[in-house]
């Protein structure tokens, strides 16, 4: 079985004051095409769907078309939990009925050990998946003891290890920071000093874990415990990032092979440094004069109105 790991998609984010939602529609076209093009039995999205707990309404539209062309069109099963940026009760309304057309959301508590279960070539995987929550929410929700994101975190991990059944193959879906990954300025800290880390220990008894939250692609602890990252750069301090989406593929005994599909975007986010004079030629012949950029001047001299001279050129 093979499937798309994706996260982070922040529909409807602003980049200073900029709409970015003609850039998201480019890569999300792309996302599709790499459904298509790989077959795949499935996509998985770990949360930060939209930017913002009520997002605006050209947001929501886009995520309808994507949904509908994914499901609908394509017959493609979509399984996504929300992130810290969603607002969950908002994101899964309507979930029941949109189970039956392929569109599996997971933003219920309640609902955490009652796995989606795909089957392909003798292949059954059981989907999980790990709502955003915080120490506060669990505690309240099944009454227990908990006061850090980790304890939260590895007993709601507990509750599924005790259900999951040992002949399938098993996914584990949550957004999350763990503790020693890679982050970037463009992700809303989820507590303050630290205390929002978890351990990559409960993780380790599922087949694969599709993580969502911070930006950069990247694996901890095991190769089978990833970050498919964003789908588009969200700061400068991510402009090195290579930027797409995971490609898994599933076998009778376990995680087969991963693979970073890349994503091209309709802008880049660059830094550019140096003198006034040298950037404003080479203004005038970069083919990417488009892109998002953060311009550091090096020069020694007071000049006049520096950024209507660069923008100009870019």
């Known amino acids: 079985m093979k499937f798309i790991h994706t996260s982070d998609w922040h529909i409807?984010?602003?980049?200073?004051?900029?709409?970015?939602?003609?850039?998201?529609?480019?890569?999300?076209?792309?996302?599709?095409?790499?459904?298509k093009d790989e077959a795949v039995d499935a996509v998985i999205i770990a949360g930060d769907i939209?930017?913002?707990?009520?997002?605006?309404?050209?947001?929501?539209?886009?995520?309808?078309?994507?949904?509908?062309?994914?499901?609908?069109?394509?017959?493609v099963p979509v399984i996504l939990i929300p992130g810290n940026h969603d607002g969950a009760e908002r994101l899964r309304f309507g979930s029941n009925q949109l189970?039956?057309?392929?569109?599996?959301?997971?933003?219920?508590?309640?609902?955490?050990?009652?796995?989606?279960?795909?089957?392909?070539?003798?292949?059954?995987?059981?989907?999980?998946?790990?709502?955003?929550n915080d120490p506060e929410s669990v505690r309240n929700h099944f009454s227990v003891d908990v006061s850090s994101h980790d304890e939260a975190h590895q007993y709601l991990v507990e509750q599924i290890d005790s259900v999951k059944a040992a002949k399938n193959i098993n996914v584990l879906i949550s957004h999350c920071f763990i503790d020693g990954a890679e982050e970037s300025e463009s992700e809303r800290p989820l507590s303050i000093g630290g205390a929002d880390r978890v351990s990559v220990e409960p993780f380790k008894s599922f087949?694969?874990?599709?993580?969502?939250?911070?930006?950069?692609?990247?694996?901890?602890?095991?190769?089978?415990?990833?970050?498919?990252?964003s789908i588009l750069k969200y700061s400068f301090s991510e402009q090195r990032?290579?930027?797409?989406?995971?490609?898994?593929?599933?076998?009778?005994?376990?995680?087969k092979s991963t693979k970073h599909l890349a994503l091209k975007p309709l802008r880049d986010m660059r830094i550019l440094e140096g003198e006034l004079e040298d950037l404003l030629k080479q203004g005038l012949t970069d083919?990417?004069?488009?892109?998002?950029?953060?311009?550091?001047?090096?020069?020694?001299?007071?000049?006049?109105?520096?950024?209507?001279?660069?923008?100009?050129v870019y």
């Open 12 to 35: 409807g984010r602003q980049f200073h004051s900029v709409s970015l939602l003609d850039d998201q529609r480019h890569v999300l076209d792309q996302i599709v095409a790499h459904i």
């Open 50 to 75: 939209y930017d913002r707990s009520v997002p605006p309404a050209a947001a929501v539209s886009l995520l309808d078309e994507v949904l509908n062309t994914i499901c609908s069109d394509l017959g």
């Open 99 to 132: 189970s039956q057309a392929g569109l599996h959301i997971m933003a219920d508590l309640d609902q955490i050990t009652q796995p989606v279960v795909l089957s392909k070539n003798g292949c059954d995987v059981s989907f999980y998946g790990i709502p955003y």
């Open 207 to 229: 087949d694969y874990v599709a993580l969502g939250h911070l930006h950069n692609p990247q694996y901890k602890g095991e190769e089978h415990i990833r970050y498919s990252g």
């Open 241 to 255: 990032q290579q930027k797409g989406v995971t490609l898994v593929e599933m076998q009778a005994d376990g995680l």
């Open 287 to 312: 083919p990417n004069n488009h892109d998002y950029l953060l311009i550091r001047l090096t020069d020694q001299n007071a000049i006049l109105e520096p950024m209507a001279k660069l923008r100009q």
